[in-house]
């Protein structure tokens, strides 16, 4: 069954069809809320809704039940990420995983990111997500938990893992369910709240989600979902300030974004830091590419959002696509960046050259 909704994506005015709910839910979760000095876990086990009340600790063991097979420790509200960060000798980014957590887990495995216990193996090394998380797919919910997990083992290592925050991710906190697999709208359902809700501030993920930056710069290289836009130069110029509008927006109306002329530009469906799509459709030539970055002092610019059938170079290495289309749940490639030489993991573990994109 299918229900009418008008499409609230920005930039594009036909309508799209909104998926009913899921008859069924067979696991998912866990959602859990800060509640003053507790903690309250709720999942939902073949269609059922389980709850626990844990004390609320510096770090709250939560244990398996559903949904994401591995124990949680949840940490007390982290502050907002960094915007630049130094160089680092070895990187590792992928992008728009968009709810396929076992594609996820088998590449991030394959290339020796995490163990066969799915813990961080990467030591002091970076592994940055370049957003969208959210919609599409059947495992969203194990995805993120997946990510705030290693973020804690990596920074224990010396490492980092970075989230850079999608479109979908603004779509989603803004109440567009356009994208949402029905799984999440049954399992919304069940709990008695809208899916927006389950990731509201006072919930462990939507509060991660509300200190995530758009824009990251480590060493010479941007790493955000859609790209730097010639007319939205400005915003990268003043990062940590774009940053700071990103978080401050999250969840508000869309028509109230688009209302204000401080965050429109944010949320612009064509220039906008997470929605431009022009180094891969001839608005933005190489010698534009190159203004782009010679304005931002940068090297490359890492992006996701623009589906590719693999990480590719594009305008001679001054853009990397990250968007492998792990979305399909067929296949998935990491972009490596060692000391400044480009290769891609691919889902056997083997290392080969980025693939060339069109328009170079």
Known sequence: MLLHATLLLPGVASARELSAPAAHVDSDGPYIFRNGRQLQARWI??????????????????????????????????????????????????????????????????????DGKDRWALGR??????????????QVTEAFWLLYSLQQQAAKAGGAVHFVLGNH?????YDNLSYVNPKYLRSAQLLGQS????????????????TRPVLLRIGDTLFLHGGISPEAIQLALDPAATNAAY?????????????????APLYDGKTSPIWYRGYFDGQLDTAGVQQVLEQLDLRRIVVGHTSMPHVSSFHGDRIIAIDSSIKNGENGELLF????????????????????????
């Not at 600790?57 to 949680?72: D, F, K, M, N």
């Open 337 to 360: 960046i060692e000391n400044g030489k480009l290769s891609r993991g691919l889902l056997d573990g083997s290392r080969v050259p980025l693939a060339e994109g069109r328009g170079n």
């Open 247 to 263: 978080r401050a927006s999250l969840g508000r109306p869309r028509a109230e974004l688009k209302a204000d002329p401080k965050l």
């Open 45 to 114: 086990c073949n269609d059922r809704v389980v709850e626990r009340t844990l004390a609320r600790r510096a770090t709250t063991p939560v244990p398996s039940q559903c949904g994401y097979p591995r124990p949680l420790t949840v940490l007390q509200p982290l502050p907002a990420s960094a915007s630049s960060l130094p160089a680092a000798a070895r990187i590792v980014a992928l992008s728009d995983i968009h709810g396929q957590y076992g594609l996820l887990v088998q590449l991030l495995r394959a290339n020796k990111v995490i």
């Open 195 to 210: 899916y927006p809700q389950l990731y509201g501030a006072d919930s462990v993920i939507g509060q991660w989600l509300r």
């Open 169 to 173: 991710e603004t779509m989603v906190l």
């Open 125 to 138: 090394d970076t592994l940055v997500i370049a957003g969208d998380v959210f919609d599409r797919g059947p």
